[in-house]
Every structure is written in C-alpha cells, then in structure tokens.
C-alpha cells in the first residue's frame, strides 16, 4: 500500500511564496511519474503539475505556468512543489498524487494514489 503524506501548505500574503512537499511510503516510488493537483471551494479538482519517473520532464497547469516549479529527491521519496508569486485564485487544497506510469501526464485518471491534502490561502 502506497501512503502520500502532503505538508508545507499555510497561509500567505499575494506575492509570497510557499513549498509543498509529499512524502511517499514504499520502495517503488522513483519509478513512477508524480503529479500535483488542487481544489478551490466549490470548484472540480484540477490538474497543476506533474513530473517524469525521473526529473527528466515536467508539465504544467497554464494557470501556473513560470510560477510554480515540481521536482522530486528519489532518494528521499519525496515530490514538492516550490510555489512563487502567489495570487489568491491559487488558494486550494493541494493533492499530490503517483502517477500510473512513468510519463508525466495531466490527465488525473491515471493517478492512482493520492494523499490527503494540505491547504493552501493566498490573502489578498
């Protein structure tokens, strides 16, 4: 069973900056694609970012795009999510979630375990 631990989020100022990480239980984790995904109040999950087996290629949301930056530490098991120029539209609860293969795809289908979220509040 594979267990994604989310943690980082808070509030912040517009402008500001905040890193999320997730961590992963389980020893298969460096050869899985990861992805971040999110959810305003009253809005569908939506896909932000997502990043290749191996660092080698990421894809982002065009919301977040020059803003937000995914990488991972297979050697820690662990995702993040550096975060930058905060606005408060990107206020959320943010998942991450591993990946069905290696590729790095938005496409939240083929996620197949996701965490439980952390939450995320841009002040104006």
């Known amino acids: 069973q594979v267990q994604l631990v989310e943690s980082g989020g808070g509030l912040v100022q517009a402008g500001g900056s905040l890193r999320l990480s997730c961590a992963a239980s389980g020893r298969t984790f460096s050869v899985y694609a990861m992805g971040w995904f999110r959810q305003a109040p009253g809005k569908e999950r939506e896909f932000a970012a997502a990043?290749?087996?191996?660092?080698?290629?990421?894809y982002y949301a065009d919301s977040v795009k020059g803003r937000f930056t995914i990488s991972r530490d297979n050697a820690k098991n662990t995702v993040y999510l550096q975060m930058n120029s905060l606005k408060p539209e990107d206020t959320a609860v943010y998942y991450c979630?591993?990946?069905?293969?290696?590729?790095?795809?938005?496409?939240?289908?083929?996620?197949?375990?996701w965490g439980q979220g952390t939450q995320v509040t841009v002040s104006s």
């Open positions: 979630a591993r990946g069905g293969g290696s590729v790095a795809t938005p496409n939240q289908w083929r996620f197949d375990y």
């Open positions: 990043i290749s087996w191996n660092g080698g290629s990421t």
